[in-house]
Structures are given as structure tokens and as C-alpha cells.
């Protein structure tokens, strides 16, 4: 059974920014694609960005230009900076491995950008 473990949400204001962490024990990441998936109460969950083994990176119209997926080999864990947050981003956000669909889904962190 893989264990996922975000980190990193929290209340932040529009126009800031966190970072969320997602630590894969027993996960390669040199060899298995990481994603982010968010789901805003009443809204479909969506996939907001992937990042392959070979690092190469997508992401979801919404984050484009804001957000950056990156990950850390040696560490197993996967990163999403997410700067100029709005209110729209507000969600709880979800570490995958694998995309579309995931092989396995982390906890889940809440994301909340309000003044």
C-alpha cells in the first residue's frame, strides 16, 4: 500500500503563496509520474498539474503561469509552488501517483485563499 503525505496548505491572503509538499515513501519518483489534483466544494476535482519520471511538466489552464510542479528524486517528494493565489484556488489539493487516472491518491490538504 502506498502512503502519500501532503503538507503545506493553510489560510493565505489573495495574491500569496504556499508551497505544498507531498512525500512518497516506497515511490521512485525517477520512475513514476507525480500529479496534483484539487476539488473546490461543489466542483468536479481537477488536475491541476503532472510532473513525469523524466521531468518533464503540464498544467491545468488555471495554474499556468502561477503555479510549479517540481519534485525531488532522492527525497521521493513532489512540490507545488503556487504563487499569486485567488480565491478560486481555494480547495483541498491531492498528491497522486499517476494521472488519469491516479494509481493512488494522498490525504488531501486544504487550501484557503481569502482576505
Known amino acids: 500500500q502506498v502512503h502519500l503525505v501532503e503538507s503545506g496548505g493553510g489560510l493565505v491572503q489573495p495574491g500569496g503563496f504556499l508551497r505544498l509538499s507531498c512525500v512518497a515513501p516506497g515511490i521512485i519518483s525517477s520512475i513514476y509520474g507525480m500529479g496534483w489534483y484539487r476539488q473546490a466544494p461543489g466542483k468536479q476535482r481537477e488536475l491541476v498539474a503532472v510532473?513525469?519520471?523524466?521531468?518533464?511538466?503540464n498544467y491545468a489552464d488555471s495554474a499556468k503561469g502561477r503555479f510549479t510542479i517540481s519534485k525531488d528524486n532522492a527525497k521521493n517528494t513532489v512540490y507545488l509552488q503556487m504563487n499569486t493565489l485567488k480565491p478560486e484556488d481555494t480547495a483541498a489539493y491531492y498528491c497522486?501517483?499517476?494521472?488519469?487516472?491516479?494509481?493512488?491518491w494522498g490525504q488531501g490538504t486544504q487550501v484557503t485563499v481569502s482576505s
Open positions: 497522486t501517483v499517476g494521472w488519469d487516472p491516479p494509481e493512488y
Open positions: 510532473i513525469t519520471s523524466l521531468s518533464n511538466t
